[in-house]
Structure formats: structure tokens, C-alpha cells
């Protein structure tokens, strides 16, 4: 019989989104459960085989995968929960060390050039870490979260880790303004929290990972953030964070960044197959010397049933010269000018076939980009496109026909 896992307080694991994020509890990510012996187990993750095609003087096609896959585990001990868990990715193999085409994106580099209208992969250890929880009242818990690999307490739960873009195939181009921290090589987080309330800290490594993407970037514990979660009703969960970021961009080692962040979650049940959930995000860099840059991102998605989904993202940011890499021909322009450049994708899946607990489904989405007068130039159109056609594999989550009450979980 399937059962719904609890950690401590009572609060269910399906609330646990990427690192110690927390999502609403009405729309968990899919995911199955079931037992390993005295271990409670967890299993999720996504699978695209897909054709890409970025229009335009900029754009690129692209056939390859994306893909990524997350066990966790949980365990009483000394008492409280301990929560060991891995997330792996092949997305160096399946669209190479330089990403995937897509317009207006910015951040990282490969093959020592800044990456500019190409999101890059994820490296192939994402996450390998440990989380533990305990109890210290019927009401408060504290948290000890340490990680190789991991996500510090900064921005929301990363975008493939969100129920509402869980199935969008491509990145935010507002990723490196709100939560591309979800990879740090070197994380150590603590915190406080109740059933509805989280305070975090942590200090993790700034450096975003290098173009090397199947070994462990050097382990470092350079920058710092702070972040408060609340989650008033199993629909909602809200978020605020604040960073400083040492030395984010290998390329420019001597430039330091401040990055706040807010985000705001729904999900609703439709039906008894369905759900709806939705993300309003905003995040904002600060680097010395330079005016502040801001992105807002409205996100959502509708599992309307076992056969459909339909989803959309709109994107709003604020970007450089410099990040978008404008310092040649047909237009040039000083580093530091600033542009506000926008995106709006609507996509759609069919389920083709469910078995052995997994789904797949087949699905295009339509992406259509805005750029300033300025840039037309550059992009070949004020209003750059991008198609995107797919077959995508996920699991299905374990239905949750009662719940466990593990000794660890009795308050003292």
C-alpha cells in the first residue's frame, strides 16, 4: 500500500522541493514512494528527448535531452530524521558542455567565452548532500543541511523542481537573477521552523560551476544568504531571500554580486487526477558600481486530467551589454548599458502511455521573445521565436492511501 511520507512536526515530505526548499503542499511534484527495508525512499525526475529551434540571427537548432533524476531517503536518528539524497544529471552528454540554444539567456561560459542566447547544462552531480531535522518542542524544529553539491537558503525552489514549470523544457531567462544557486559546490545550511515557518542560513560556494561538468568544482564557503518560508495554508508558500555572491563568473573573477529574492506559490487539486499551481517571482543583482537589475517571472501549469497539461511562462528582465555579449558587429555597445528584454512560452502535452508508474507524454511549446528597437539588429527581429517539440517521461506520484508515523516523529 502506498503511503504518504511525514518528516518532523508532521510536515509531508511532499512539501520538500530542490534542496530545503519548500513548495505548497497542494501540488507536490510527482514522485514515487515506497519502502527499503526500516528506510523510507523517494524517487522523482524528468526526462525530454527534444528538438529545439531558436530563430532568428541568434537562434540555433538543437536535437538532445534534458533530463534529471533525484532519490532521497529517510531514516530516524538520534531522535529525529535523517534525509540523505542524490541527483544526478546526463545533460553534458545528451546537449553538450555549451547547453542548448535559447534566446536572451545569459550566465556561465565554455571553452573560456561567456555563454550568451544558450542555456547551459546541469552539471551531472547536482545535488549530493544530507539534510537532518529533529524536533526540539512540539512546535520547533531545527534543520542542519550539508552538501558537496547543493543549494543554499537563497532564492525559491529552482524552476525544474516547480510544480508550476515542472514540464516547461527550457530554463527562465531570469535563472541567474532568482535561482541559479540551485547547484553550489560547497553548501552548509542551518535554520528554525514550525509547521508553517522557515528561517534559514547558510554559507555556500558564489562561484557558479565550471564548464566541467562531470567531476566536483573545488569546495568552497565564500558567500552567504539568508531565507524566511512561510506556508499558511497547503496552497500557499512564500519566500524572501538575501545573498551576497562571491565571485559568481569565472570570467570576471574580481566581480562580487548582492541578490535578493521573493517568490510566491499556489497549487490547487483539480479533479482527482489534476492539479494547478502557479509562481510569481521576483530577483534582483546588485554589483558594485553598476545600477541594480531586476526580472519578474509569472509562471503556471495544469495537469487538467491523465491526458492533458498545458503550462506558459512570461519573463520580464533587465540585462547588460555584457551579459548578453554585445561587444561586436552588427552593433557594439559600452558593457554597462542596460536593456529590458521579455519572454512568453506556451506549450501543451498529451499523455501517449502510463505504465509501471510513469507517464509519457508527447508536446510542443512556442516561445515568442522582446527586445528593444536597439537590439533588432542583433536579433534579427524585435520579436526572436522559438519552438520547442517533445516526448517527456516522468513518474507518476504514488497515490497516498494513508500516513506514516514513524517514532522519530513523536515530539519529546
Known sequence: MAQAMVTVLGIPMDRMGSGTTWIPDAAPLPARHFMAGSWDMMAHGFGFLEENAQLESRGAWQFGSLNWGMLMAAHALSGGQVQPRVMLSLDPATVTNRGYPLLLQTGEAAGGEPLHDRQHPHDFLMEVGVLYERAVTRTLGVELYAAPSGEPALGPVAFMHRPSGMDNPAAPIAHHWQDATHIAFGVLTAGLFTRQWKLEGSAFNGREPDEHRWDIDPIRLDSYSARATFNPTVSWSFTAGYGYLKSP????????????????????????????????????????????????????????????????????????????????????????????????????????????????????????????????????????????????????????????QMPMRQMP
Open 249 to 404: 563568473e569565472a570570467l570576471e573573477p574580481a566581480t562580487s554580486l548582492h541578490r535578493a529574492v521573493s517568490s510566491a506559490l499556489y497549487g490547487k487539486k483539480l479533479g482527482a487526477d489534476g492539479q494547478w499551481a502557479a509562481s510569481l517571482i521576483w530577483g534582483a543583482n546588485f554589483r558594485a558600481g553598476s545600477d541594480a537589475t531586476h526580472s519578474i517571472l509569472l509562471e503556471s501549469e495544469a495537469v487538467l486530467n491523465r491526458r492533458s497539461t498545458v503550462f506558459g511562462r512570461a519573463e520580464w528582465a533587465e540585462k547588460s551589454a555584457d551579459d548578453l555579449v554585445l561587444d561586436s558587429p552588427p552593433t557594439s555597445f559600452p558593457p554597462s548599458r542596460t536593456f529590458r528584454v521579455g519572454e512568453l512560452s506556451v506549450g501543451y502535452i498529451v499523455e501517449l502511455k502510463r505504465w509501471g508508474g510513469a507517464t509519457l507524454g508527447i508536446g510542443g511549446m512556442a516561445t515568442v521573445n522582446a527586445v528593444p528597437r536597439s537590439l533588432e539588429r542583433v536579433y534579427g527581429s524585435r520579436t526572436p521565436a522559438g519552438l520547442w517539440l517533445f516526448f517527456r517521461i516522468r513518474p507518476l506520484h504514488s497515490p497516498e492511501m494513508q500516513t506514516m
